[in-house]
């Protein structure tokens, strides 16, 4: 049973990440060329900042995924020097190491909650990726216009 609430609820989360970076990226593709007051090129640095405050806003809440999945018993832990304290900061620190997926290794998932760990991983690679993505086409736009 635990299994299944823990596939639930990871796809779930999953599918709000997803549909926040998607939503960030549409409108920054539809208002970025309306800023006319703005050089075409630090639109770019506009972008930039929006998409880095997404993926912010997109670890803490895969933080708050770990907070909540702790809530039920059997559910897994946290290992390591930072984990004992069970405070927000500790979550929110195996978030950024996993969604980067820099694992440093001195905070580890145990028991279901690997399986949020990996869902992250893979979807911090691909929104980072698409973050790239779109801003190197913003960079081809913005960068070519403005040597005009």
């Known amino acids: 049973m635990l299994l299944i609430l823990a596939f639930v ?3 779930l989360l999953a599918l709000l ?6 939503e960030v990226l549409f ?3 539809k208002r970025l060329p309306k800023v006319s007051h703005l050089p075409a090129r630090f639109k770019v640095l506009v972008g930039a900042g929006v998409i880095f405050l997404a993926h912010i806003v997109e670890i803490w809440i895969f933080a708050f995924g770990y907070l909540l999945t ?4 059997g559910m897994g832990g946290l290992t390591g020097p930072a984990s004992g304290h069970g405070a927000l900061l500790d979550y929110v620190y195996l978030s950024f ?4 997926t820099v694992g440093y290794g001195d905070v580890v998932a145990n028991g279901y909650l690997r399986y949020l760990t990996g869902v992250e991983a893979l979807l911090g690679l691909l929104l980072i990726t698409w973050s790239a993505s779109f801003l190197f086409l913003e960079m081809q736009k913005y960068w070519t216009s403005s040597k005009r």
Request: a negative charge; hydrophobic letters at 45%; zero cysteines.
């Open 70 to 73: 702790l809530q039920f018993d």
């Open 97 to 100: 190491i996993t969604y980067t």
């Open 17 to 22: 990440v997803i549909l926040i970076h998607y």
């Open 27 to 29: 409108q920054l593709d």
């Open 9 to 11: 609820f990871n796809t």
